[in-house]
């Protein structure tokens, strides 16, 4: 079992950046590949980033390559995602997941965070 806690979201301009973290509870949190996700209003939820188990291995979506960057902290349990020159479009929930079948696919995760709001005004 691991619990996730989502903060660091908020409202800033487009080309702000914010820096989102998910702390972690549980033994096992080293051993699980990471994710976040957003998901707008009346729209799916979508992958944005991934990281492996030993942060070996990043993943990310095409329209946040060069801008976002995932990481974790396994010693102190926490997830970050460092997103850089925001766009109002990226305006959502983001969510943090853990130890999923597939990464890219937010249904293959088994654990969820309850979310954190950033929004991008233009």
């Known amino acids: 079992q691991v619990q996730l806690v989502e903060s660091g979201g908020g409202l800033v301009q487009a080309g702000d950046s914010l820096r989102l973290s998910c702390a972690a509870s549980g033994r096992r949190f080293s051993s699980y590949a990471m994710g976040w996700f957003r998901q707008a209003p009346r729209k799916e939820r979508e992958f944005v980033a991934a990281i492996s188990w030993s942060g070996g291995s990043t993943y990310y979506a095409d329209s946040v390559k060069g801008r976002f960057t995932i990481s974790r902290d396994n010693a102190n349990k926490m997830l970050y995602l460092q997103m850089n020159s925001l766009k109002p479009e990226e305006t959502a929930v983001y969510y943090c997941?853990?130890?999923?079948?597939?990464?890219?696919?937010?249904?293959?995760?088994?654990?969820w965070g309850q979310g954190t709001q950033v929004t991008v005004s233009s």
């Open positions: 997941g853990a130890d999923p079948v597939d990464s890219f696919r937010a249904d293959e995760y088994n654990y």
